[in-house]
């Protein structure tokens, strides 16, 4: 099984240990369009829940606003609601290589009979992502 790219683009992402050479999300908000953030979000919406806590935490970007802590896969990409978030708020940008796979997939939501069901493998690979 292929490793799974992660959707963690931008510094604020991280919340402790912040890597200064990842962008700052300031100089990529509102560069998607609205029609295709649109259907980016309902997309990611859509994946396979490979984490969820009951609990929200804070934005790190916006620490007043608080999201739900959920981490999703379509079995290629895994991401969390903060990205979902910021793409609502910020239509922040994503990396050119999403974008031509999500335009060559031509999905209007994640199939989850595709997803490779190693989610031992899958579920570890996001731990570490993410947790």
Request: proline fraction near 7%.
């Amino acid at each position: 099984m292929e490793q799974l790219k992660n959707l963690v683009l931008y510094r604020e992402h991280f919340y402790e240990d912040r890597p200064l050479n990842k962008p700052s999300i300031e100089d990529y908000k509102g560069l998607l369009p609205v029609k295709l953030a649109d259907d980016i979000i309902k997309y990611l919406e859509s994946g396979y829940r490979l984490l969820e806590f009951v609990s929200p935490i804070e934005d790190p970007y916006n620490p007043e606003d608080k999201v739900p802590f959920v981490i999703f896969t379509d079995g290629v990409y895994v991401w969390d609601e903060v990205i979902i978030s910021w793409l609502k708020k910020y239509r922040v940008q994503l990396p050119r290589e999403f974008l031509e796979y999500f335009d060559k997939i031509n999905k209007k939501t994640v199939d989850h009979d595709s997803i490779p069901i190693g989610l031992s493998g899958l579920l570890k690979e996001a731990e570490e992502i993410f947790v």
